[in-house]
Every structure is written in structure tokens, then in C-alpha cells.
């Protein structure tokens, strides 16, 4: 078996596409597609499932400390600033959740 050079999952050798990412693996596969897909990384393929809750949690608490900061507020900003909170939160925790990944990749390749 060998395996399909943008996704890496194992390929039959009779396959001219990859079943998966559409990947042409045969010299004429290759030539009617156009040439061969350069290989796309993931988001944060570098860590583990548990780093990928990040965003979940800190958007969780952003939204529940805006909760908390609005209880003595209006009906407007009560309906509108924990929702905000909520996908602010989670914006930051997927700019944290990069970071983390540059970290861990920039010290892989020291």
C-alpha cells in the first residue's frame, strides 16, 4: 500500500483519486487534473483533542461573566451583551489555541 501525498491515508495501488481529499495519484490522474494539490495543514493539528476545548471554555466564561455583569442592567443589554461575550470568548480562545500550536511547532523544529 502507499499513501496519498496531501493526506497521508493509505491508497490502493489501482486508485487514480484519493477518496478523501481528491488527491490525482496516478501519472494520468496527475495530468488531466492539472498537477499535484500542495499539502494543506489543519488548524492545530499539532495538539492533542484535549487543547481543542479551549475555545469552548473560555467562551463559556466570557459568557457567563457577562451574565453576571449585566444582572442590574436593562432588557436590552441583558439580550444582547452575554451573547457577545459568548463569541468574543470564543475568538480569544481560538487566538490562544494558535498560539499554543506556533509554540508547539516552532519547538519541534528547534
Known amino acids: 500500500m502507499r499513501l496519498c501525498p ?3 491515508i ?3 495501488a489501482s486508485w487514480d483519486i484519493c477518496p478523501k481529499c481528491s488527491q490525482a495519484l496516478s501519472a494520468r490522474a496527475i ?3 492539472g498537477g499535484v ?3 494543506d495543514p489543519n488548524f492545530a493539528t499539532n495538539l492533542g483533542w484535549y487543547y481543542h476545548t479551549i475555545p469552548f471554555i473560555t467562551a463559556i466564561t466570557a459568557a457567563i461573566a457577562g451574565d453576571a455583569a449585566v444582572q442590574s442592567s436593562g432588557a436590552l443589554v441583558k439580550t444582547i451583551f452575554p451573547p457577545l461575550c459568548l ?3 470564543g475568538f ?3 487566538i490562544i489555541l494558535k498560539e499554543i500550536s506556533e509554540m508547539g511547532r516552532n519547538k519541534d523544529s528547534d
Open 6 to 8: 496531501a493526506c497521508s
Open 10 to 12: 493509505a491508497v490502493e
Open 31 to 33: 495530468e488531466q487534473a
Open 37 to 39: 494539490k500542495s499539502k
Open 87 to 89: 463569541v468574543f470568548g
Open 92 to 94: 480569544v480562545g481560538l
